[in-house]
């Protein structure tokens, strides 16, 4: 009896130091530096990551999915679900992401995003502007640059910012990537105004991710010192090292 007492001591002492976050596929780059940052913090806490477009993470969560934390690439996600009571936090902006074009191929960046008319390229990616925030930016910057309409046959849709990348580096000639992907280890090879541009930024409405904490996470304490981290200064010099803008 005393050994089955324990057991359940332990299980629940173990499931209240986990915790389980659905993050933008644009973090995902960064997470590993955030993760090891954290758990020299807390080395008990169990981090348990969810990884996806922020418009279908938001669905998940709006149906009941049991994630404790949302990291999303719009903070309008988040604003959206703490006016329906399902996140316990005012929406806070942790980082402002940003755009870039990406090539496999080295090329001729001078002209800067015009280089999407270029007749060598055929093939463009970018996220669904419907559900992933990156996505909507690089629509916007296409069309504020008055090139949408130019290029729209040449548009190939991912599901998320990080499908784009694998789209950009298989499928297209041309890819609208979070920059913090330029930073992760697998592509740091990768030479600015050679294979990447950053797109101005004057193009698109800034990327402010917001996070919360669930519903799911109230009584998750070890949720409120991953929410109260990523807030913190060292974690803001991480996402600095990764291309964001941090306030």
Partial sequence: ??????????????????????????????????????????????????????????????????????????????????????????????????LAILSQKPRDFTQGIKIVTDAKIKHIAIANPKTAPYGKAAQEALQRAKLYQKVASKLIFAESIAQTVTYAMTAADLGFIAKSALYSAKMQHFKKDTHWIEVDTKLYTPIDQGIVILKHGTNNKAAKKFYEFILSEEAKSIFKKYGYTTL
């Fill in 1 to 98: 009896m005393k050994q089955i007492l324990l057991f359940l001591f332990f299980s629940s002492f173990l499931y209240a130091q986990s915790i389980t976050i659905a993050l933008a596929a644009n973090v995902s780059y960064a997470m590993d530096a955030l993760k090891t940052a954290f758990y020299q913090q807390n080395p008990d806490t169990k981090l348990r990551i969810i990884i996806g477009g922020s418009g279908k993470l938001k669905a998940q969560i709006q149906n009941g999915a049991p994630y404790d934390i949302f990291m999303s690439a719009n903070i309008r996600y988040p604003e959206a679900l703490y006016k329906q009571k399902i996140a316990i936090t005012k929406p806070v902006v942790y980082a402002q992401g940003a």
